[in-house]
């Protein structure tokens, strides 16, 4: 099945930027739903964002809207997060996540089979 690797995380000040990216090694990324989820310290984890890859159908979490973009790219065969004006609260472990696709994109991370080793955001105030 599908592994999924993380990159791009890191240390940014408030209102800053940064992207994650989210590789498929072992499979391809062709009929399934890709998520990025996060786990703050002593925090369930949560979605953040959701994408049916190359259908039309994308998610986001309300804290996000309008600062966090979630994007496919096919010729790099990776999902990025695309993160901006960066808040201390979006410090969180990120993970990738994927499951078989659809129109409607699942935010409970029960219905999530695979999952990356996270990659660690912090955002400094």
């Known amino acids: 099945q599908v592994q999924l690797v993380e990159s791009g995380g890191g240390l940014v000040q408030a209102g800053g930027s940064l992207r994650l990216s989210c590789a498929a090694s072992k499979d391809t990324f062709n009929g399934k739903t890709l998520a990025w989820f996060r786990q703050a310290a002593g925090k369930e984890r949560e979605f953040v964002a959701g994408?049916?890859?190359?259908?039309?159908?994308?998610a986001l979490a309300d804290s996000v809207k309008g600062r966090f973009a979630i994007s496919e790219d096919n010729t790099q065969n990776t999902v990025n997060l695309q993160m901006n004006s960066l808040k201390p609260e979006d410090t969180a472990v990120y993970y990738c996540a994927a499951r078989p696709g659809g129109i409607f994109i699942p935010r409970s991370m029960a219905t999530y089979g695979v999952w990356g080793q996270g990659t660690q955001v912090t955002v400094s105030s």
């Open positions: 994408l049916w890859w190359r259908g039309d159908s994308v």
